[in-house]
């Protein structure tokens, strides 16, 4: 029974049996009774077990550990801490027992590994018992993880303290497995597995990153902990310092293994993550110097760190010594990681390095780097390409930014990858949306025709202008781009090129821009439409359009660009028959105005809506016909009144004004010419029915002569301010009030002109498209007329039909474009087919 | 389906259209056939773009080369507020060879016999390839002011026209009947 209960509490000790050993006044008598009782030999054998008795209680007696726990803070020089048979030499008495218990020649139930797991478990009991609890309860907190660490060291001395004065005692006659050594690991082993769960790890981690980025001078918040009598040495030499003392600790704790160098690994690959975002992630300059700045920072700060770290975790504590070395390889590893981690910081700030091209050229450079890593192409592509949509491709964007960030990439991406590929991929959604936006194309050839010598504009499309300068000397043969056989550098295309993917001479910014578009005849229309607008302006000089033209006649050949060419040409001849017919009219008032002969069918469609003109415009024009005339004999001059600029001298009571207008604004204020005193004044609808104008070029006219403080509304009539209320009103005090409001007011007038979009000398697309339906209009009646009522899909066919051109329209377009017209009651839609109203047309 | 002219190059070659069908039938070469196509859709142009009054034609959902025309009856004449309808086909060597051209809407002309068709010289003998839809049909429209008494097809008319000028414009009336729409042909 007791014996049984003694080997029971050796393995499950119990705190109350613990402390005292087994009795000497109760011998073994459970087995040994019946031993006895077999044979005489039995006594002996009785006398052994109680002798085995003895010795193992004298043993284990001296190795039981206290029942009372080491306190966080604590040292074991505290008085009680370590227990008073432990300070001085082992008695006699325990040392004998152990002796004989250890000594392998002694045939004997007990033994030196029995012993030794005894004590093991006893540690154990102790250690879970009583300061496992206190080591987590304190790991909740938020103190110094150092406390802990002082701790553990300590209770692992606490225990190795008897067991090494055994050790000494037994010297080389023991048991090797009996040795400190095994001890210690076993301690390691009960700590680690302890603290396993606990936030040990953590904190540990925590402490270590914050000193090294301390060290590193990484952390904002740093040496807040640092004592005053430290003050006087630097910083980093602080932090170091105390790097290597915690590290020491854990050394010291027996926790120096392999966890924890794997979380001083961890920290060491975050720190260089942290250090290449702290340092570089504004520094785009270029050359870019950062990944030869990064390797010696690795060479010179970043290993020796690492090997002094790790040195100091080398002690008897870790089993996996061999780890701890640091290789050249390890050395080129760590290189190659930080230029990784500079990629990944350049691919999160790419768009950013995109917006502020090119002062990010260093940058981009560092990113050329980063792309020779595996995958980091496809990264790159699929990144961006969902940072571009998210950020770019959305309706908040204004077509010229998109325009303007698409030029950035292109010459980025030239950089970046000079066979193009990438940008060809990541362009492809940029350039789907561009073409999607009704402004695209009027953005660019405005950008083309700006003048790059103007710093002034603020176009950012201006850029066109220059690059179009600096690419005419290449010529374009676009058949021929695709291989160049006597290019010994010829490299096939990376294995990421789609299969449409083509090589576009990638510096070539204009030439991505027109290739937007699936024809150039896009381009070449909406050139010619700018171009005519220009044109028409009333300058002398068109030197800018003419080298534009000859730009892109270099890039489309003649043929697309003929239109252009004899627009100008028209311009020009302009100029000499204008002079032909003044000096053949020469003294004559002819001479008064002059004349831009155009060749209708080359020119983009005109406004052609007339207006009376006044009688005496009138009889000139009669007379510069008939000068025309003359000179081409089988030409007629067509005028297109709306279009001209008149150069108008206003004299008014107080001031004259000179001012060059368009024709129809000439035209309403010579309306309210006056030979005598008597004022004039005019509605809008009087104007509207004297000039045969439209109303809303009256009402934008009139507006116009308001904001130049010419005219003055009142009520709905308008007549002309004679004297401008500074000079009428000066003398009357009250009139300030009144004056400065009527000024206000014909400020805001002009503003609000100006903002109104100016009369364009070209017809807008919707009047084009009204026109153009009006024909159809007449195929739709004739249509109707001969084969009754039909249904909409019946009419388009039969448009299609008939039409030499086709049909350009929907079904749908159709559709509204018919219920107008049975809105109007010209048509009626009866049983889903259109019959014309008897009568109506 | 698309008629237009660049298409009929491009279309299946299994599946000829209808137009193609008339093309072949008649034998003709493409080249003709397609000349004939751009003459119709020019003069169809034409007439939608500058419609001469009272008179309106266009083609049927089939084929450019059968049209129908509409013509309005000249005021102070017997035909005064009628609408006539008219067929017109086109052989396909138009405009070598004028069209053929019946009223489909009956008529009582002294020119025109009780199935609608017409005796006039130019779209006989005296056809020439200047001539065009709109001619042939202002032509047919003072025909209806100005019959040929000299030949008449309908003995009776040419008779009444010149003696009995009110029954004439009874006979116009009784024979004259509005084809409904979805008669056409």
């Known amino acids: ?841 | 389906m698309d008629y237009a002219m660049e298409d009929t190059q491009n279309s299946a070659p299994g599946a000829p259209t209808a137009h193609e069908s008339a093309k072949l039938s008649s034998g003709t070469t493409q080249a003709t056939a397609q000349s004939v196509t751009k003459r119709l859709q020019s003069e169809l142009m034409t007439l939608m773009l500058s419609p001469p009054p009272g008179i309106s034609a266009f083609p049927s959902a089939t084929s450019l080369l059968s049209w129908t025309a509409t013509i309005a009856g000249p005021e102070r004449t017997p035909y005064e507020n009628l609408t006539f309808k008219l067929s017109l086909e086109f052989p396909s060597n138009y405009p070598y060879a004028a069209p053929t051209v019946l009223f489909r809407t009956p008529i009582y002309h002294p020119n025109v016999d009780f199935s609608g068709r017409i005796c006039l010289d130019i779209l006989k003998d005296k056809w020439s390839a200047v001539l065009n839809v709109q001619s042939v049909l202002l032509s047919l429209q003072s025909l209806l002011g100005e019959p040929n008494n000299a030949s008449p097809l309908n003995g009776q008319a040419a008779e009444f026209w010149d003696h009995n000028p009110t029954e004439f414009k009874r006979q116009v009336l009784l024979r004259h009947k509005d084809l409904e729409d979805d008669e056409e042909c």
């Not at chain 1, 250890?102 to 478990?121: A, E, F, I, M, R």
């Not at chain 1, 990944?291 to 690795?298: N, V």
């Not at chain 1, 297109?640 to 207008?661: A, F, H, P, S």
């Open chain 1, 1 to 841: 029974m007791t014996a049984r209960r003694r080997i029971f509490e050796s393995v499950f000790p119990s705190p109350g049996t613990k402390s005292l050993p087994t009795p000497q006044a109760t011998p073994l008598i459970g087995a040994g009774s019946f031993a006895a009782s077999s044979g005489g030999s039995s006594q002996e054998d009785d006398q052994q077990s109680v002798q085995e008795e003895r010795t193992w209680h004298h043993a284990t007696e001296y190795l039981s550990v206290p029942n009372k726990a080491i306190a966080i803070g604590q040292t074991l020089d505290h008085l009680g801490v370590l227990p008073a048979k432990w300070t001085k030499e082992p008695p006699q008495i325990a040392v004998r027992a152990i002796q004989r218990i250890c000594d392998p020649t002694l045939v004997t139930n007990v033994s030196g590994k029995k012993l030794y797991s005894w004590y093991l478990q006893e540690i154990s009991r102790h250690y879970l018992q009583h300061e496992m609890p206190l080591i987590l309860a304190y790991l909740k907190g938020t103190g110094p993880i150092t406390f802990v660490l002082q701790l553990l060291r300590n209770v692992k001395d606490f225990y190795l303290t008897p067991w090494s004065s055994i050790a000494a005692l037994l010297g080389t006659t023991g048991d090797s497995s009996l040795d400190v050594r095994h001890l210690q690991r076993f301690l390691l082993s009960l700590f680690s597995t302890s603290l396993v769960e606990s936030s040990f790890d953590h904190k540990l981690e925590a402490d270590i990153f914050d000193l090294v980025s301390a060290f590193f001078d990484l952390s904002q918040a740093s040496s807040n902990d640092r004592a005053e009598d430290d003050m006087q040495i630097d910083g980093s030499t602080y932090h170091h310092q105390k790097l290597m003392e915690l590290l020491r600790e854990v050394d010291d704790a027996g926790l120096g293994g392999f966890g924890t160098q794997k979380i001083l690994a961890e920290v060491m690959d975050e720190i260089l993550g942290l250090f290449v975002e702290k340092n570089y992630e504004s520094a785009w300059g270029s050359p870019s110097s950062i990944p030869a700045e990064l390797s010696e920072w690795i060479e010179s700060s970043f290993v020796p760190l690492v090997v002094e770290a790790l040195a100091c975790l080398r002690s008897i504590g870790s089993s996996t010594r061999a780890s701890t070395h640091v290789s050249e390889q390890d050395i080129t590893d760590w290189k190659e990681r930080a230029v990784y981690e500079l990629g990944s910081l350049r691919l999160k700030q790419l768009f950013e390095l995109i917006v502020s091209w090119d002062d990010s050229r260093g940058a981009i450079e560092d990113l050329k780097h980063y792309l020779t890593h595996n995958n980091a192409r496809a990264h790159v592509i699929t990144q961006f390409s969902e940072e571009l949509s998210r950020r770019l491709l959305q309706p908040g964007a204004s077509t010229s930014q998109i325009l303007d960030l698409y030029i950035r990439l292109i010459q980025a991406f030239t950089i970046l990858d000079p066979r193009g590929v990438l940008l060809d991929r990541i362009a492809r959604p940029v350039r789907r949306y561009l073409r999607e936006r009704e402004d695209t194309i009027k953005l660019i050839v405005s950008g083309l025709l700006s003048d790059p010598s103007d710093e002034s504009t603020n176009d950012p499309l201006a850029i066109l202008a220059v690059k179009l300068q600096e690419a005419a000397q290449i010529s374009n043969d676009e058949d021929d781009v695709d291989i160049d056989w006597d290019d010994p550098n010829w490299v096939p295309n990376p294995i990421d090129a789609e299969p449409e993917y083509k090589v576009l001479k990638l510096s070539d910014v204009i030439g991505h821009l027109i290739s937007l578009f699936e024809t150039r005849d896009v381009f070449v229309k909406e050139f010619q439409n700018i171009l005519g607008e220009r044109l028409l302006q009333f300058k002398d000089d068109y030197e800018a359009e003419i080298r534009l033209l000859e730009l892109l006649k270099i890039r489309f050949g003649d043929t697309p660009l003929q239109a252009c060419e004899v627009m100008l040409k028209d311009i020009s001849d302009s100029a000499r028959i204008d002079a032909w017919v003044r000096r053949e009219q020469n003294g004559e008032q002819t001479s008064r105005i002059s004349t831009k002969v155009l060749s209708r069918l080359f020119w983009p469609a005109l406004h052609t809506e007339a207006f009376k003109l006044p009688p005496e415009i009138t009889e000139l024009q009669k007379a510069y016909s008939a000068g025309f005339e003359k000179y081409k004999t089988s030409r007629k001059l067509t005028w297109l009144d709306v279009l001209g600029d008149v150069t108008v001298e206003l004299e008014l009571e107080d001031r004259t004004i000179e001012e060059v207008v368009k024709t129809p604004q000439a035209a309403v204020i010579y309306a309210f010419t006056h030979e005598s005193n008597t004022p004039i004044s005019k509605t809008a609808a009087q104007l509207v029915e004297e000039l045969e104008m439209d109303e809303d070029i009256v009402e934008n006219c009139l507006l116009f002569w308001v904001g130049k403080l010419v005219l003055i509304k009142s009520n709905s009539s308008y007549s002309v301010l004679e004297r401008l209320p500074s000079a009428a009103l000066q003398d009357t005090s009250i009139g300030e009030a009144s004056k400065s409001s009527t000024i206000a007011a014909a400020a805001a007038v002009a503003s609000a002109t100006a903002a109104a979009a100016p009369v364009s000398a070209l017809r807008s697309e919707e009047d084009i498209a009204e026109e153009k339906m009006q024909v159809y209009w007449q195929f739709i009646v004739g249509m109707l007329t001969n084969q009754g009522a039909m249904p909409l899909p019946r009419i388009v066919m039969m448009l299609k039909l008939a039409m030499a051109g086709g049909f350009p329209y929907s079904n749908e377009e159709l559709r509204v474009f018919l219920d107008k017209r049975v809105d109007t009651g010209k048509l009626e839609l009866a049983g889903g087919n259109y019959k014309l109203v008897k009568g109506a047309v």
